[in-house]
């Protein structure tokens, strides 16, 4: 009788279980979504409690299945806001602001660089880490987020501010990474000691292949001085390697002693299908939202769009979104090498990465000479470096964002464009990751304004120095419709003869809404930055 009772009760229980983990494993509400809540009603804030620095052995390993050869990480604690990514740069960068937003999180619940929504054009703006830093040099214990917002999930916490641009000659190089820079960690355990920290992993010779350029000169020069000679002093695979590794030795270490913290660590070598089924019972967000967002299609845009709301003209935009894959970027590889021509939105694409990575990452015609410091435009410090056999970008400036790219003065004799001038292809050597973004125009808005800007396409024709690049003197319309889109076609073939660089061809009427499908920075960065009203009135 004893026996058959215990074994009634266990049938009892082992069926109680069975319907919970049903109920938790299908609920898209789960864990995560209601820690939001309550510390939403809470006022956003949450007491600071002291908890013993022991050194436990918290993170489970689990095992590889058989199509997952690399592990995952989890630790004992349950999930709860907020939660900080501290993920090294070039680790689904792109993705997760879309992961976030597909489990119904508003714009005001991620903090993503900046310390308030709306990209710089907000008053009183400041990078997320460079809040940090400031809280950790001031005397006192003031909490790391200070001031900072007020998020429930922070991301793109590392800041770099390089010291010379065409706008600040003088300005001191300013660095801060959260899991490097001498007691960030620790303070942010104390300001939220149950907080959730997110990690990506990836195979180190893979990241650093993919890593942009100028990321080992800026950490060495501009992040060592504050950061004790955390990063390579020099630049190749090795020390590369060993510093990534010691990167995620120095996060696990600190996981590890402190448990109350809750620790994420995916592997992106894993199947997306494997991390979205990792995610869900950690954060409760539905498994759809990571396989949809790290395979996000391109936004479908219809072939005619109204073109007049970026310079009053009317016109159709007959141009459909173009990836080399035929989904969205899912990082963000530096340098990005703005293709459109003049006329065709490169002043509002500059401003648009001014507002969503700092005023300092993009260059728009003019950047600064490194070796002089002095400035001058990008068409002819990439002319310089093409014909010295240098890399396209050498010392061009800090930028990571180049555009209007060309460069064209009559009484200098100077005409170089690098997309009609063999640049693309010294670009695709010096920056195999790097990103090609180009902008298409309706042809007779670009053909109405280049004709109104300073006569340009007058000028380009009857040019000595461009002959064969522009068509001849008293061509027609017709002529230089095929001009333009022979230039789109020349942009189009080389990205898809180059499949590991980053390629996003965009109609300019519908650029608003794919770049913010795409990179995530706030709405309000898109705008209009160089409406042409009428003769010489815009450049």
Not at 209 to 217: E, I, M
Not at 226 to 241: A, C, K, L
Not at 431 to 456: E, M, V
């Amino acid at each position: 009788m004893r026996d058959r009772r215990l074994r009634h009760l266990a049938g009892v229980i082992a069926s109680l279980c069975l319907l919970a983990g049903y109920r938790f494993k299908h609920n898209a509400v789960a864990i995560f979504q209601n820690e939001i809540e309550i510390r939403r009603n809470m006022g956003n804030h949450r007491q600071t409690q002291e908890i013993p620095h022991v050194l436990v052995e918290s993170i489970m390993r689990q095992p590889a299945t058989a199509t997952d050869k690399h592990r995952t990480s989890f630790s004992s604690a349950p999930p709860s806001v907020p939660l900080f990514v501290m993920s090294l740069p070039n680790h689904a960068d792109l993705v997760l602001p879309r992961f976030f937003r597909c489990a119904g999180m508003a714009t005001n619940q991620i903090g993503r660089y900046w310390t308030q929504p709306g990209g710089s054009k907000s008053p009183g703006q400041r990078p997320i880490g460079q809040c940090f830093k400031r809280n950790l040099e001031l005397k006192g214990n003031r909490s790391i987020t200070h001031g900072c917002g007020s998020y429930d999930v922070w991301m793109d916490l590392q800041h770099l501010a390089g010291p010379h641009t065409v706008f600040h000659n003088n300005k001191t190089a300013s660095c801060f990474d959260p899991v490097l820079y001498p007691g960030a960690l620790e303070r942010l355990y104390q300001a939220h000691p149950n907080a959730t920290i997110l990690n990506f992993v990836q195979d180190p010779q893979d990241w650093y292949r993919t890593l942009s350029k100028d990321f080992p000169w800026h950490w060495a020069e501009w992040c060592n001085p504050s950061h004790g000679i955390s990063f390579p002093e020099h630049d190749n695979q090795d020390n590369y390697v060993q510093f990534y590794n010691n990167y995620q030795d120095r996060l696990r270490s600190f996981l590890q002693q402190h448990p109350s913290l809750t620790y994420i660590e995916l592997d992106l070598r894993n199947s997306q299908e494997s991390i979205a089924a990792g995610l869900m019972p950690q954060l409760g967000i539905p498994e759809k939202c990571w396989t949809n967002s790290f395979a996000a299609k391109v936004p479908e845009i219809p072939d005619e769009g109204d073109d007049d709301a970026f310079e009053g003209e009317n016109g159709t935009g007959d141009y459909k979104v173009k990836t080399t894959t035929g989904l969205l970027l899912n990082e963000l590889r530096f340098p990005i090498l703005v293709t459109a021509l003049p006329k065709s939105g490169t002043t509002t694409i500059s401003e648009y990465f001014r507002c969503g990575l700092g005023q300092w990452a993009s260059a728009h015609q003019q950047t600064l000479n490194l070796t002089n410091f002095k400035s001058t435009t990008i068409g002819h410090c990439m002319m310089e470096n093409l014909n010295s056999g240098l890399p396209l970008l050498h010392r061009c400036g800090n930028a990571r964002v180049f555009s209007d790219i060309g460069i064209f003065l009559i009484k200098q004799s100077t005409c170089y464009y690098p997309t009609l001038h063999g640049g693309l292809e010294e670009f695709a050597k010096a920056y195999p990751y790097g990103t090609i973004l180009h902008l298409r125009r309706n042809f007779k808005s670009w053909y109405d304004s280049s004709n109104r800007w300073g006569d340009l396409l007058k000028r380009w024709s009857s040019s000595q120095m461009c002959r064969n690049i522009f068509p001849p003197p008293h061509s027609n319309q017709s002529a230089w419709e095929n001009f333009y889109r022979g230039h789109d076609k020349l942009i189009e073939d080389f990205a898809q003869e180059h499949p590991t660089i980053s390629y996003l061809d965009i109609p300019l009427a519908s650029a608003g809404t794919v770049l913010h499908e795409t990179f995530g920075f706030a709405a309000e960065c898109w705008g209009h930055a160089n409406i042409n009203k009428g003769y010489r009135t815009s450049r």
